[in-house]
């Protein structure tokens, strides 16, 4: 993930060596060092390197297809990443997302004892405020 380039201009990503965007040939930055920066730090990567205008998409054609292809791919990975940041687990009855992950210990045993079976885990999480358990 830390070595996907973006190109602002065009908002689309791009993977090494294009450090020239093949969509518009302005020159594109590490993902993560984009993201790190202020609203005004951006302003200012952006006067210092200005678009290509007008834009100068890449003459080979095998290469656009492949740019379109990570461009796509790198948007779902990091769409994945994101949603997996955000997803904080809430207790169905009471709500509060004060819950904790349940040890699968017991359920190690259980599955020894009754064979190959890889059974689901009963409960993954437990309410610290109810003892909810689900
Ligand atoms: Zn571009
Ligand atoms: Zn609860």
Redesign the pocket.
Same mark, same amino acid.
């Given at each position: 993930m830390n070595k996907i380039l973006y $190109?602002p201009? $065009?908002d689309?990503y791009a993977r090494e060596p294009w450090y020239h $965007?093949p969509? $518009?040939?302005?020159q594109?930055i590490y993902i993560k060092a984009w993201e790190k920066k202020s609203e005004e730090n951006k302003k200012e990567w952006l006067e210092k390197f200005p678009k290509i205008d007008p834009?100068r998409p890449t003459k080979d054609k095998s290469l656009l297809r492949e740019a379109e292809k990570f461009d796509k791919q790198a948007r779902a990975e990091l769409a994945q990443e994101e949603a997996r940041k955000q997803y904080i687990p809430r207790c169905p009855t009471c709500g509060c997302p004060d819950v904790e992950r349940v040890g699968f210990g017991e359920k190690i045993v259980d599955t020894a004892v009754w064979g190959f079976l890889a059974r689901k885990p009963k409960c993954q999480f437990r309410c610290k405020n109810c003892g909810y358990e689900w």
């Open positions: $190109c201009w $065009c689309r $965007c969509f $518009c040939h302005s594109t834009p």
